[in-house]
């Protein structure tokens, strides 16, 4: 790949900064903890950080209400903390890309309580704002995720602000040009400060409907109820809209005033986001885009298939950056812990992951087959799993400390009790455990990203699917290199014509064209 195009089929590693690694002994991690352990990720072979949000916060919502966009929190360090990092990683050859929260700020940003103090102030259409109905009830129908109604009652103003999220999140009006300009003028800030890329949370929510419009019931749930009320809704009118195309044009011109910088955007979408994604990554708008499709719990070969192909058919000139978990989603080992031993489901979703086309994130943790902490209710910090607990436990389980050795103090985390727990079963797993422990997780990722960084099919090759029954997912990339997975605790047996080389093998075995998979089983090959 050229310079510029380093993102394209690149492994990005995000950091959740909270949890990574606590450098100054106050229980929360930071930019000087991250720093110190940024030879554990160039030791992995990824190709570059993301780091959730480090910016200045009351952290109503862990960072992503930001009050300061130009700053860095005192609870991660100082900018020449940051500078520091930035420094450090490109001498270790990893690029650098931080979260971008454009869709909202803080209540507490200065703007905002410009904005809510008259209708009159020079900040007073900088946030969506909209008179009640006749009967004092909200403007609309439009649902919070985190629970309740999306609008919150403002007296000085006698009016509603739309919140997407928290009350604590009011949604920026990018109907007005001044908030673009402004918006894109804190990315070339950190552009400036040496940034490599951006990951843009919530990027289809930027705008609203203008008119306001009820968003419509969820058809698909027929008769059944879901446990968020905002997840009966089909969200066509308070996000999605095609405003959007026109800034992500915007910024993307930004973007490329400066060399080998990146944009990948997350698509928060359930009904048609493989569309969006790749409308979002064509025609000079977004690098990638992501989605929560590989989120979740689905786990067969045809959902995997499907996304892959669904993508590429729609948009060919597009590029998608996959993942199976994040900092919002229960650990993929154990949503799909039913479907194997969990050593052999982390090793083989690894083998899955870093052999399709596109780029790849991987989440802290992931590599050492990490799995959810299950948590009791007074140990979380999360809004959400506060808010709908025990339907919805949040998504603290996913976010506790990062683990790097087993008998240290919170298992290397720190030497003071961390923001979250760290249990047993995860302590377990810890990088001195696993690394140079032949077979272990942590030494399987290992292999797969060298073996992606050395096989230019499995960066740049596309991809074509083979006719194989369930539980068995297997593809070409490129001309030279076939990939077959079995997602079951069965064995599997198939036949693949023409191999020349193993390059990896997990409980499989070639003969012939006779390919055995054992349980969770995994074959990379080099073709004839």
């Known amino acids: 790949?050229?310079?510029?195009?380093?993102?394209?089929?690149?492994?990005?590693?995000?950091?959740?900064?909270?949890?990574?690694?606590?450098?100054?002994?106050?229980?929360?991690?930071?930019?000087?903890?991250?720093?110190?352990?940024?030879?554990?990720?160039?030791?992995?072979?990824?190709?570059?950080i993301w780091l959730s949000p480090i910016f200045t916060s009351p952290m109503a919502d862990m960072g992503y209400d930001v009050s300061n966009y130009t700053d860095i929190d005192p609870t991660f360090g100082t900018l020449a903390d940051?500078?520091?990092?930035?420094?450090?990683?490109?001498?270790?050859?990893?690029?650098?890309?931080?979260?971008?929260?454009?869709?909202?700020?803080?209540?507490?940003?200065p703007f905002f309580e410009e904005s809510r103090s008259s209708r009159d102030n020079p900040k007073a259409d900088w946030y969506v704002w909209a008179d009640p109905k006749h009967d004092g009830s909200a403007p609309n129908n439009w649902q919070a995720i985190f629970g309740g109604i999306a609008w919150?009652?403002?007296?000085?103003?006698?009016?509603?602000?739309f919140h997407n999220f928290l009350k604590e999140q009011p949604d920026f009006n990018f109907h007005n040009p001044e908030v673009q300009e402004w918006l894109?003028?804190?990315?070339?800030?950190?552009?400036?400060?040496?940034?490599?890329?951006?990951?843009l949370d919530t990027v289809n929510f930027y705008f609203h409907d203008k008119h306001l419009r009820d968003d419509p019931a969820d058809f698909r749930l027929?008769?059944?109820?879901?446990?968020?009320?905002?997840?009966?809704?089909?969200?066509?009118?308070?996000?999605?809209?095609?405003?959007?195309?026109?800034?992500?044009?915007?910024?993307?011109?930004?973007?490329?005033?400066?060399?080998?910088?990146?944009?990948?955007?997350?698509?928060?979408?359930?009904?048609?986001?493989?569309?969006?994604?790749?409308?979002?990554?064509?025609?000079?708008?977004?690098?990638?885009?992501?989605?929560?499709?590989?989120?979740?719990?689905?786990?067969?070969?045809?959902?995997f298939r499907h996304q892959i192909d669904q993508f590429f058919k729609l948009a060919p000139k597009g590029w998608p950056c996959w993942a199976m978990s994040n900092h919002d989603v229960p650990r993929h080992v154990t949503r799909w812990a039913e479907h194997g031993d969990q050593d052999a489901v982390a090793k083989l979703a690894a083998a899955m992951l870093l052999t399709m086309e596109g780029s790849i994130c991987l989440y802290q943790g992931e590599e050492l087959g990490q799995t959810e902490t299950e948590l009791e209710f007074h140990e979380l910090t999360d809004p959400q799993g506060i808010n709908f607990w025990p339907a919805d436990k949040g998504r603290d389980g996913c976010r506790t400390p990062m683990v790097w050795e087993k008998d240290a103090p919170h298992a290397g985390f720190g030497r003071v009790e961390p923001w979250l727990p760290v249990k047993a079963p995860q302590a377990a797993r810890a990088v001195d455990t696993q690394k140079g422990v032949e077979g272990s997780v942590l030494e399987t990722y290992r292999a797969?990203?060298?073996?992606?960084?050395?096989?230019?099919?499995?960066?740049?090759?596309?991809?074509?699917?083979?006719?194989?029954?369930?539980?068995?997912?297997?593809?070409?990339r490129g001309e030279k290199t076939v990939c077959a997975f079995n997602l079951s605790n069965q064995p599997q047996e198939i036949e693949i014509d023409g191999i020349d080389e193993t390059l990896f093998a997990l409980e499989a075995q070639t003969d012939n064209g006779k390919v055995w998979l054992g349980p969770n089983g995994a074959l990379i090959a080099r073709l004839k």
């Not at 990092?85 to 890309?97: S, Y």
């Not at 699917?465 to 070409?476: C, K, N, Q, S, Y």
């Open 184 to 199: 894109l003028g804190t990315m070339r800030f950190w552009l400036d400060r040496g940034v490599d890329g951006f990951r």
């Open 82 to 109: 940051f500078d520091e990092m930035v420094a450090c990683a490109h001498e270790l050859g990893l690029k650098v890309m931080i979260d971008q929260v454009l869709s909202h700020s803080s209540n507490q940003h």
């Open 1 to 48: 790949m050229s310079k510029a195009n380093w993102w394209k089929g690149a492994v990005i590693y995000q950091i959740y900064p909270r949890s990574y690694q606590d450098g100054n002994d106050d229980g929360i991690g930071d930019l000087k903890g991250i720093t110190a352990r940024l030879p554990h990720i160039a030791d992995l072979g990824a190709d570059a």
């Open 152 to 161: 919150e009652w403002e007296p000085r103003r006698r009016q509603y602000y």
């Open 448 to 476: 797969l990203l060298k073996l992606r960084r050395e096989t230019p099919d499995l960066r740049e090759g596309r991809t074509m699917f083979a006719e194989t029954e369930e539980p068995v997912l297997a593809f070409h």
């Open 222 to 303: 027929n008769g059944t109820q879901a446990v968020k009320p905002y997840d009966m809704q089909y969200h066509i009118f308070s996000k999605n809209q095609p405003d959007n195309i026109a800034f992500l044009e915007k910024m993307r011109k930004l973007m490329d005033e400066y060399e080998d910088r990146t944009l990948v955007g997350e698509v928060g979408e359930s009904h048609h986001p493989i569309e969006i994604m790749g409308e979002y990554t064509s025609a000079n708008r977004l690098h990638m885009a992501y989605s929560f499709e590989m989120l979740g719990p689905k786990f067969t070969a045809e959902h």
